[in-house]
């Protein structure tokens, strides 16, 4: 589709048309009405009299509801305004339209209003891949409604349409014969409902906890979701926009899994993602945990609900792991692809256990450690017992499914993101660096869940000694002496270094595994201008064969990943890194209407002077959403220590001072004040 | 008569406490559908506990399935979500626990796992 695209969604739930309302997919476009990893409409367009509509204005006005205003005919410079013509578009159950259409004439006028309305019920795979669809079509007239279908052996789909106006059916839309006074005007309510059937009986496809909501009540919840999250003043007014962005994205990427109860975590990103993914969860979560500390319980119970519990070659599933991606179409139901859930990653599962310990220092709730005691155990296990492929004591991975399964089982999970300085591609197994850095993160961790919560002092000293052995062979066996910096990863059954210089280095410095006489070497390596471009730090650096500054992991610049890259320079003392970078990030945001995308080109930031967004880059993208929050974390320095918040503010200068008020933990609410200080070299935008 | 569905759940129950489930707490009942005859197990979940019964008292999760089907599922040949997905079976009720009902079931048969490099050298 050509023009800009205009989205409402809810969960996993969303329609992408154009400006008029009007979808018009082809097999391979993302737009249409998905929900639950299928297109449930791929057609819907509105004539009057035959006329298409052409768009006036569009009114975004929350993320689950849109407004369009149309005229008939294409859009000239003169418009023959006699009518106009209304759709307010809400998600509801699938979603709802009120279709408004004025006589603003002197004369009565007698129209032919009509919706088209078909479905390919596309799986978004099929959608990415452009695959064929192997079952049935079906289309049919039942009580008043159009039901469109799809029917693959006891896989069925349906799309059923209604509408409260009386109108004439047909298999592919409804008809509507309107007679209007002068300066009157008519209306219809359009139902538009995915459902499945399972046994026989017709159901709507939407989770539970999330069915019958109205845009009323979803309005409400987002009212409340906005004032439960701390209060943020700044002297630097686009902070204030990206804050108020960042929040509203997170609650419209919020969706409740069926095991998730009326609770909700969030789905990875807008329009291929939209759904679990285990690290982006967790990311998500952690990243606004300061903020709205919610979304981390539901992620832990979610995940632990579905943590591993066999040996499973098609699905990468080993005991204790924790998945990477969970899909609804028809291409898991037929396993054709192995998202039922699939657990193709490496990193999940030690997240997982960090993710438990710093929920417990922002919440202060030792109940859930205690009641996840088991699933944080299982999860250890798996780093030692079938996460170490090398036999080195390093979590590496080698995917057992090799049709379907990801080759790289880390965030940089695209095919060639793992390579040489040369550009050569290595062999597996390959345990990228940062890998040992979240096992070693959650080893220390769970050793003070254990020593505090599990009263299981004996566990607690083998954790910890196997976290200080883990970083001592990882400073030997990661660190290239000639270059001062750490391997990308080890690969191959000998487990030879790979010595491109990418971001990964960067994700080190939060968890502590560096050593100490090691940090300035990375710290200068990132700030280089080989990595950092001016608005954050490339994914590989410029000076490798690998570099394109728009691959998607060998060369962009993603705000999440310089998130934690940020929080790990502070850690090391390096304040003035951290607010450039932040500031970096931050500075982006505006071009993009606040909101961060999920990664932009590499170009230096002096030649394109705007950051250039990768081409097919998710958004929202959830944990971009989180990443100002982290961000404003990093910068006024933000940390639980039992009962109390600690403050230690390093803003730059031109952000002036910023407030966060009532920030949510242990303590209460607590209040943290930050004041400009910190010159900040990094080109300004004008 | 001892049918295979009998023996999982006979080994079920006499595995009484399962640590991984300690978060967990429920009725689940799994209709199993023969032609013309439906046979009941209800599992309870208590915190790690787990107890098995035939009654068909309240539920908070109800699962209807065919027997065949759950033949093929407790020897590892079919995972229930993608069941679940094409429709061949109904859930009522707390998907939670039928979750951890898929969590019981054994892996497929003849996996290869992980298998160590280093180990595989080793053995040459």
Request: net charge negative.
């Amino acid at each position: 589709m050509n023009g800009r695209t205009v989205k409402v969604l809810d969960g996993n739930t969303f329609v992408v048309s154009d400006e008029s309302g009007d979808i018009e997919a082809t097999p391979t476009d993302p737009t249409g009405l998905f929900a639950f990893d299928t297109r449930f409409l791929s057609t819907w367009v509105l004539t009057v009299d035959g006329t298409r509509l052409s768009p006036l204005s569009v009114d975004d006005l929350q993320y689950f509801e849109t407004r369009f205003f149309c005229v008939p005919g294409a859009a000239t410079v003169y418009v023959d305004a006699k009518l106009s013509v209304g759709r307010h578009r809400t998600l509801h159950n699938g979603f709802v339209e009120d279709i408004v259409i004025n006589n603003h004439s002197k004369d009565p006028v007698d129209l032919k209003v009509r919706i088209d309305a078909g479905s390919d019920f596309a799986d978004l795979f099929d959608v990415k891949n452009n695959t064929p669809k192997k079952g049935a079509h079906l289309a049919q007239v039942e009580d008043g409604q159009l039901v469109l279908g799809y029917e693959r052996e006891s896989f069925h789909r349906e799309t059923v349409i209604r509408a409260d106006q009386p109108a004439q059916i047909d298999e592919h839309g409804l008809t509507f014969q309107v007679r209007l006074q002068p300066q009157q005007r008519w209306t219809t309510k359009l139902n538009v409902t995915p459902t499945a059937r399972r046994r026989g009986r017709r159901l709507p496809l939407v989770f539970g906890s999330r069915a019958g909501r109205t845009s009323e009540d979803l309005d409400a919840e987002l009212k409340q979701w906005h004032s439960q999250a701390p209060k943020l003043r700044s002297d630097w007014e686009p902070l204030k926009r990206i804050y108020q962005r960042s929040l509203t994205d997170l609650a419209a990427l919020r969706f409740s899994p069926e095991v998730a109860g009326a609770a909700s975590m969030p789905a990875a990103g807008l329009p291929w993602f939209m759904s679990m993914f285990g690290r982006d969860a967790i990311v998500t979560s952690l990243q606004a945990i300061a903020f709205v500390p919610e979304l981390t319980a539901t992620t832990i119970r979610v995940l632990a609900r579905w943590q591993g519990s066999v040996i499973d070659d098609f699905r990468d599933e080993d005991p204790g792991r924790i998945l990477h991606e969970m899909r609804y179409g028809e291409s898991a139901a037929f396993g054709e692809q192995p998202h039922s859930p699939y657990y193709g990653a490496a990193d999940a599962t030690p997240m997982f256990v960090i993710m438990l310990d710093e929920y417990e220092q922002w919440s202060g709730d030792r109940a859930i450690v205690r009641q996840f005691e088991q699933a944080a155990r299982a999860a250890l296990n798996w780093i030692d017992e079938y996460a170490d492929l090398m036999g080195n004591g390093y979590i590496s991975y080698q995917r057992r499914n090799a049709d379907t399964g990801l080759e790289n089982q880390c965030w940089k999970d695209s095919w060639d993101a793992i390579c040489y300085r040369d550009g050569r591609i290595p062999g597996f197994p390959r345990a990228t660096c940062e890998l040992q850095s979240w096992a070693y993160s959650a080893k220390q961790r769970a050793a003070r869940l254990a020593r505090e919560v599990w009263d299981d002092a004996d566990y607690a000293d083998r954790l910890e000694r196997e976290a200080e052995d883990l970083k001592a062979r990882f400073n030997r066996d990661f660190w290239i002496a000639d270059r001062q910096y750490y391997a990308l990863a080890l690969a191959g059954p000998d487990g030879d270094q790979v010595d491109a210089l990418s971001s990964n280095i960067g994700l080190l410095l939060w968890s502590g595994i560096v050593d100490e006489d090691k940090a300035e070497a990375v710290a200068a390596h990132l700030m280089s201008p080989e990595m950092f471009s001016g608005w954050g730090v490339r994914t590989l650096a410029t000076t490798e064969a690998s570099y394109n500054p728009v691959g998607y992991h060998v060369g962009t610049v993603w705000p999440f990943d310089n998130a934690i890259i940020a929080r790990g320079l502070r850690r090391y003392g390096f304040h003035q890194e951290a607010a450039r970078i932040a500031t970096g990030i931050l500075d982006a945001a505006p071009y993009f209407d606040g909101r961060l995308p999920e990664a932009f080109a590499g170009y230096p930031r002096e030649e394109t002077k705007y950051p250039v967004q990768y081409p097919t880059a998710c958004s929202p993208q959830a944990w971009s959403a989180s990443t100002p929050l982290s961000l404003v974390r990093t910068l006024l320095g933000l940390d639980p220590s039992g009962d109390h918040l600690i403050v230690n503010p390093a803003l730059p200068e031109h952000i002036g001072h910023i407030e966060l008020l009532d920030i949510p933990g242990p303590w209460g609410r607590m209040d943290a004040y930050g004041r400009g200080r910190l010159t900040v070299t990094a080109q300004r935008m004008e | 008569m001892t049918t295979p569905t009998k023996t999982f759940f006979d080994d079920l129950a006499q595995r009484g406490h399962v640590p991984w489930l300690e978060a967990e707490r429920g009725r689940l009942r799994l209709e199993l559908v023969d032609e013309d005859c439906v046979q009941l197990w209800t599992v309870a979940f208590d915190n790690g506990d787990v107890r098995v019964d035939r009654d068909d008292s309240d539920a908070d999760a109800v699962v209807r399935v065919d027997r065949a089907w759950f033949d093929r599922a407790i020897t590892g040949e079919e995972k229930l979500m993608p069941a679940v997905l094409r429709g061949e079976i109904s859930v009522d009720g707390s998907y939670g626990l039928v979750v951890q009902l898929s969590r019981l079931l054994p892996g497929p048969p003849g996996q290869s796992g992980p298998t160590k490099a280093r180990d595989d050298r080793r053995s040459e």
